[in-house]
């Protein structure tokens, strides 16, 4: 049994595999649309649950080409995303996190974290899912107040020293 966040943010479910089937048929489940798995509690993205997404036997409408297929499937521009699961979302705000700590004890490690923050929040938004984007305006703001205490802390550090020639 499953259940889909849908784009609204509303639960709907809990329901069989077969009716998911049918939503994505409708068009209702996209490939990045969260599915909550009711047994486990895991949520992860429609397009990794195995046989979802994959063709049935109506959807058979030629027969087979004779002529094998490339194993080169990748094409510039085609738009693909990794399966994106909630463990991305919460690597971006351990590094959020870290660069926090970077803030009060050593400022390269908000340099260094910040940015990867901001990297997982843009993987996380690449995939349809909005909630990175609370982690993205933080991270950038906390990057940029980060980066002018570096600067403020570099000038009145040099002023002393500079005086004395």
Do not use: H
Request: proline content about 9%; aromatic content about 12%; glycine content about 10%.
């Amino acid at each position: 049994m499953y259940s889909v966040r849908g784009p609204d943010g509303k639960m709907y479910g809990p329901v069989p595999m077969e009716v998911l089937r049918q939503w994505v048929r409708e068009g209702r489940i996209l490939p990045s649309t969260m599915v909550i798995e009711k047994d486990s509690g895991f949520e992860v993205m429609a397009n990794t649950i195995p046989g979802l997404f994959s063709p049935g036997p109506s959807d058979w409408s030629q027969p087979p080409s004779p002529y094998p297929r490339s194993q080169n499937t990748y094409q510039p521009g085609a738009g693909y995303t990794a399966p994106l699961t909630q463990q991305d979302l919460n690597t971006g705000w351990t590094y959020f996190g870290i660069g926090t700590f970077g803030c009060v004890c050593c400022t390269i490690l908000a340099l260094i974290f910040y940015p990867m923050a901001i990297m997982n929040a843009n993987k996380v938004l690449a995939a349809g899912d909005q909630r990175g984007q609370t982690l993205k305006v933080l991270s950038i703001i906390f990057l940029i107040l980060a980066i002018v205490a570096l600067i403020f802390s570099i000038a009145f550090n040099l002023i002393p020293f500079m005086s004395t020639f």
